[in-house]
């Protein structure tokens, strides 16, 4: 019923930019948060950036002010803008949204296929 479908990620060399784009379709009563999280192999699932239910923005620590979070809500899409691009950025970027679908009360979460960003020269 739900979608989440990023697209965006690649290869790209160390200090260089990408953009990731997740787009939320489907039954969608409306969307309380979303963002990005990654997965280094061998490693946690992180917080990358994400707009909270509130609408402020969280970011990981490691972003440093090199990733911007955006969104167009009339689309139900978030944008990532990576700059300054490092080696151990090199991860599966997962989209993430709380969604309240019609006839639920509650919203859960949902969660993109995710797409890879690799950074190496």
């Known amino acids: 019923q739900v979608q989440l479908v990023e697209s965006g990620g690649g290869l790209v060399q160390p200090g260089g930019s990408l953009r990731l784009s997740c787009a939320a379709s489907?039954?969608?009563?409306?969307?309380?948060?979303m963002g990005w999280y990654r997965q280094a192999p061998g490693k946690q699932r992180e917080l990358v950036a994400g707009?909270?239910?509130?609408?402020?923005?969280n970011y990981g620590g490691f972003v440093k002010g090199r990733f911007t979070i955006s969104r167009d809500n009339a689309k139900n899409t978030v944008y990532l803008q990576m700059n300054s691009l490092k080696p151990e950025d090199t991860a599966i970027y997962f989209c993430?949204?709380?969604?309240?679908?019609?006839?639920?009360?509650?919203?859960?979460?949902?969660w993109g296929q995710g797409t890879q960003v690799t950074v190496s020269s």
């Open positions: 993430n949204a709380r969604i309240k679908v019609p006839g639920w009360v509650t919203s859960r979460d949902y």
């Open positions: 489907g039954s969608i009563f409306s969307i309380n948060a």
């Open positions: 707009f909270t239910t509130d609408g402020s923005t």
